[in-house]
């Protein structure tokens, strides 16, 4: 064992000792809840992995898990070694746009292990071992949060430099346990589109993600402003008055993001590309680097980067 | 075809004495700790890794799949489901184990 793996595992024991002792004088579920978290078997499976960041949208559709595969991506892309947690179990897209279709994770031990795809990026999903897939999951309450936290648990990622986690949508159980039990989860990164109702749902979760205490790293705009031409990577512009074509609009969620007091991250303008690559199996990013697009993922993945840097605890590298 | 059988009948046996384990919570019969050692004794692990391929790759054991992924979450958080949701928690996972041993009967 690492000296600064047993300085850490003394410190949290020495935690946990306070921290019974307080419950001994009249205990709180709050610091139950506290201990229970630094036991946990989750806890030792995320000691290697430097950086966890969850992608969440207040709402489906918005293009969260297209975003979050392309910031993987992009992190590969600068070099570091990568994985990506696919926790939507309801609409579980990752693996496919991944390029993982028909190949079959491990479990031995009670341990998963991840694939990995021809670029070196770790994944895991339901749907590596869920019966094909048009087979519905149909896990309720209690058994869909068991599944989850045993994801957490159970999946063996090995050291990596950037764990990205694509929450389920919304702002309900499922993506509440996961950012509760993620040890020293980085931050929350929220996709939105650029409507004012999607702009709603970012604040719903920007609060949410407060509230629980975990930073909120920025918000990214999703389908914004104008559309690319798929043939010549162009800016589309109607063909009768040669004005710009907007799907969604622009800046809404640059908005929201001032009104949480969190960064603006960047947006993704529409290219069909990303449709396609997405349903291809390779992320955008890596397909088209030179497009607007790929370049604002990279743009916002050193955006994520000084976020973290500035969210860093001062007692790290001491 | 025997494999099959025998995969069935190891499904059905561990979904029955799952269910039964369970049951003593809602009648109060039996502590969380009791029926947790119950749940424990079931070897869903060596199942699954045993028949792991079979069981991830083809639909007609989602019903197998699912009563031991089932049991074997059940094994890592009964407790802590139960401090946390309660006995009524408890009832989801009743339903699910009978409905999916139902199916498998009736294959």
């Known amino acids: 064992m690492s000296s600064e793996k047993k300085v850490k595992e003394k410190k949290a024991e020495e935690v946990i000792q306070k921290i019974l002792d307080l419950r001994d004088k009249g205990e709180t579920r709050e610091e139950l809840k506290y201990v229970s978290k630094l036991r946990s078997p989750i806890v030792s499976r995320f000691e290697k992995i430097k950086h966890k960041i969850a992608v969440m949208s207040g709402k489906g559709g918005v293009g969260k898990s297209t975003v979050a595969t392309n910031l993987v991506a992009a992190f590969k892309a600068e070099g570091y070694n990568c994985g990506i947690l696919d926790a939507d179990v309801h609409g579980p897209n990752v693996p496919k746009m991944m390029g993982l279709h028909e190949k079959y994770p491990d479990f031995k031990g009670r341990t998963f292990y991840p694939l990995e795809t021809e670029e070196g990026i770790k994944v895991w999903s339901v749907a590596l071992y869920w019966p094909s897939d048009s087979t519905p999951v149909m896990w309720r309450g209690p058994y869909k949060t068991r599944v989850i936290k045993q994801f957490l648990a159970a999946v063996d990622w090995g050291e990596l430099d950037y764990l990205i986690i694509d929450l389920p949508p919304g702002t309900g159980d499922e993506p509440q346990t996961i950012i509760e039990k993620i040890p020293e989860l980085d931050g929350v990164v929220i996709v939105a589109t650029p409507q004012e109702v999607a702009l709603l749902d970012v604040r719903k979760s920007g609060e949410m993600v407060k509230e629980m205490s975990v930073p909120v790293l920025g918000v990214i705009e999703n389908m914004s402003a104008h559309a690319i031409c798929p043939n010549c990577g162009e800016i589309l512009k109607c063909a009768n008055c040669g004005n710009q074509v907007e799907f969604f609009g622009e800046g809404g969620a640059e908005l929201a993001s001032e009104e949480l007091e969190v960064p603006f991250l960047g947006s993704i303008p529409v290219d069909p590309r990303i449709r396609t690559s997405g349903d291809e199996g390779t992320p955008f990013v890596l397909k088209y680097p030179d497009s607007e697009a790929a370049k604002n993922f990279r743009e916002i993945v050193r955006k994520i980067e000084k976020e973290l840097e500035k969210h860093k605890p001062s007692s790290e590298g001491e | ?107």
């Not at chain 2, 792991?52 to 790759?57: F, I, V």
């Open chain 2, 1 to 107: 075809m025997g494999d099959d059988v025998s995969l069935n009948e190891a499904a059905l046996e561990v979904a029955e004495k799952a269910s039964r384990a369970l049951e003593k919570l809602i009648f109060s019969t039996g502590t969380p700790e009791e029926v947790l050692e119950e749940l424990m004794k079931l070897n869903v692990t060596t199942l699954l890794e045993e028949n792991w391929k079979k069981l991830t790759s083809d639909p007609k054991y989602y019903y197998h799949l699912d009563i031991l992924q089932t049991v074997m979450t059940l094994q890592d958080e009964l407790l802590n489901q139960l401090g946390e949701m309660g006995v009524d928690s408890i009832k989801a996972d009743l339903e699910n184990l009978d409905f999916s041993r139902e199916k498998i009967a009736n294959k």
